[in-house]
């Protein structure tokens, strides 16, 4: 964990640089998606998939590189495997930052996991792991049409809080 903190500290605390920012623009309304999966075949599917639904796609190198992309840009999706630049999937760098975000900065971010130890659409180790949605990796093949009906249950179960929140002014 100090690692984690070390790590995202270091990147927050680097100097800017207009390299790192991971899009030169965004049109209004663009949805933005960071990928973190190591396996080029699994990451060719999931670009794909995320290229049919209209998305704007970023893939990071390793923890770090991710790190420094949500630096500049706060994401719509991201799809982050337990094991991408780690060893051990419960130590994983990126999903202890993504678990330790504000929740108002959290719940703007639809977080995928993918992983070999979860069952596919399991909401309760999503609860436990603090992402929207897991899909086990032997249904990467189907990664579509589970990201289209979890992130539609993620908008049903927040759409009245969005809209309460824009009714205040808070969005």
Known sequence: ????????????????????????FVEAGAQTVLICEPDAAVREKIVTAMKAAGYLITEA???RDA???NRFHL??????NERFDTDNPDANDLLVYFGSLPM???RQTFVILLTERFRSSD?????NKSVNLVVN??????FASIFKRGLADHTAFYHVFKETLKKLGKV
């Open 75 to 80: 994401y719509d999706d991201v799809v982050l």
């Open 137 to 142: 990796l032997t249904n990467v093949d189907d």
């Open 104 to 106: 108002a900065t959290r």
């Open 1 to 24: 964990m100090d690692e984690q903190k070390t790590l995202a500290n270091d990147v927050a605390a680097g100097d800017y640089n207009a390299s790192d920012m991971p899009f030169d």
């Open 67 to 69: 790190l420094k992309k």
């Open 61 to 63: 190198a390793n923890a």
């Open 123 to 127: 909401n309760m180790a999503a609860f």
